[in-house]
């Protein structure tokens, strides 16, 4: 569905984004991860067609990013949606889709079931008397007015409380579901993980893992085991009644089961502890930030 290629964008002498290369499937819910500044809008902007790209290529389909027959069926969600205070819910929606020349009654029933489905109240209620939550679904409300397949959603979650949050990430599998192309960013990386099909993580305009959660954690992180045991050994630490050795692999924890026998006690358990993107970003980042591609640029 997205094919992306040596993709970059300077502001003046400022590389925002290096160089991407990363494609994305039909019916896929894809994740660009990285903290502040890493780059994540300048990349969904250049897909949506909004930035133009400093060089490289990004094909949605058959078009190019930024084709105008392209943008009709692509739905966008800036991270900040400034929405017409004193429209309604419903006149706001029915605005954009006459922009987008859906018929009028198509449009009424698109916006109603979409309301229905995000569980919005208050349809008659003005737009600047709105929470922040529900002003967001009214934003993804209008990213699908025109029924895309591919949804661009910058930082769908941002900002909301965690309930609110739940239901935008629940709506976007189901929207997968219902066959559409989903790729966002998002700083919570927990949010990622319970959503996406795969994640590309970006450091400094760069992209610097890319996979599955499970791939990127064997690729970068390792598991770890935690072996509690009924005597203390000379690494153990204090676990309630317990001692607990942390070990990185197999080899290891034999060795702690023998000292254990050897001690005269026994093992009570044995956990293993996978690293969370979280983790796996943290150790990334910080080994980015001894490389940062940009820092030439910038000095
Ligand atoms: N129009 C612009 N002019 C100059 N620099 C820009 C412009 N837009 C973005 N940048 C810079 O490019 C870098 C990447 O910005 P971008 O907004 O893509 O990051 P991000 O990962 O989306 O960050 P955030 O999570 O804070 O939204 C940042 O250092 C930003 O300051």
Do not use: W
């Amino acid at each position: 569905m997205i094919r992306v290629n040596g993709l970059r964008k300077t502001y003046g002498e400022f590389p925002a984004v290096v160089g991407s290369d990363f494609a994305v499937d039909r019916g896929e819910i894809f994740g660009i991860v990285g903290p502040n500044g890493a780059g994540k809008t300048t990349t969904l902007k250049m897909l949506a067609g909004l930035v133009e790209p400093s060089a490289g290529t990004a094909t949605v389909g058959t078009y190019d990013a930024g084709d105008p027959e392209m943008r009709r069926s692509l739905g966008f969600l800036p991270e900040e949606s400034p929405l017409y205070e004193d429209m309604t819910p419903r006149s706001y929606l029915r605005f954009f889709a006459d922009l987008y020349d859906v018929p009028r009654d198509v449009a009424r029933e698109r916006t109603e079931e979409t309301l229905d489905r995000l569980e919005l109240e208050h349809r008659e209620r003005r737009l600047g008397d709105m929470s922040k939550g529900m002003k967001r679904k009214v934003a993804i409300a209008r990213s699908l007015v025109n029924d895309p397949d591919l949804l661009i959603y910058d930082e769908p979650a941002s900002g909301l409380d965690p309930l609110t949050t739940n239901y935008v990430l629940e709506f976007t599998r189901e929207l997968a579901e219902r066959g559409k192309t989903v790729v966002f960013s998002a700083h919570n990386l927990y949010h990622v993980e319970s959503v996406c099909d795969r994640v590309v993580i970006m450091n400094r305009g760069q992209i610097v893992a890319r996979g599955t959660v499970p791939e990127i954690r064997d690729e970068h992180g390792s598991t770890t085991y935690r072996v509690f045991t009924t005597v203390s050994l000379p690494d153990s630490d204090p676990a309630g009644e317990e001692y607990v050795t942390v070990v990185d692999d197999m080899d290891a924890v034999e060795a702690v089961r023998e000292a254990t026998g050897d001690a005269g006690g026994r093992v009570v358990d044995i956990r293993t502890e996978e690293p969370s993107l979280e983790d796996l970003f943290l150790d990334i980042a910080g080994r980015e930030l001894e490389s940062d591609p940009r820092a030439e640029a910038t000095q």
